[in-house]
């Protein structure tokens, strides 16, 4: 098989996007309160820094989390930038029946019960619905 036959037979290999995430953003109203409250949930410090008076990556295992006014993508309207109605992404938990608890406990907007034994879903302050998952 010649290059070209090569290439047309498997076209994810001549990409030069790669197949890996490095951080997930989700967008907030008010920075240092997401920070905050995102902190709590996974048990950080709360001193990650915020740059550029919009962005603070957390501190994560695997793909990255940044919370985001996003300025240019809507963070300037007066409802700021829209909420993620799907979860588009799962935290990941050993003990889903102490996280549920654990959310409970913090008052945590909860947004169905566990499903399965296997996930449920919360909202944070600025609306955005996140999964948490039996790892």
């Avoid at 008010?30 to 990556?57: F, Q, V």
């Avoid at 309207?77 to 050993?94: C, D, H, K, R, V």
């Amino acid at each position: 098989m010649n290059e070209q036959e090569q290439q047309a037979a498997s076209p994810a290999a001549a990409s030069p996007i790669k197949n890996k995430i490095g951080s997930v953003f989700i967008p907030v109203s008010d920075i240092e309160k997401a920070r905050d409250w995102y902190c709590s949930l996974l048990g950080l410090t709360t001193d990650c820094e915020i740059m550029n008076g919009h962005l603070c990556p957390l501190p994560m295992d695997g793909a990255g989390v940044i919370l985001d006014t996003m300025p240019m993508w809507g963070g300037k309207e007066p409802g700021g930038a829209p909420a993620i109605q799907t979860p588009a992404f799962m935290f990941l938990t050993n003990d889903l029946a102490a996280s549920y608890a654990y959310a409970q406990e913090k008052g945590i907007e909860i947004v169905t019960d566990i499903q399965f034994d296997h996930w449920f879903v919360i909202k944070d302050p600025d609306q955005n619905k996140l999964m948490i998952c039996r790892e």
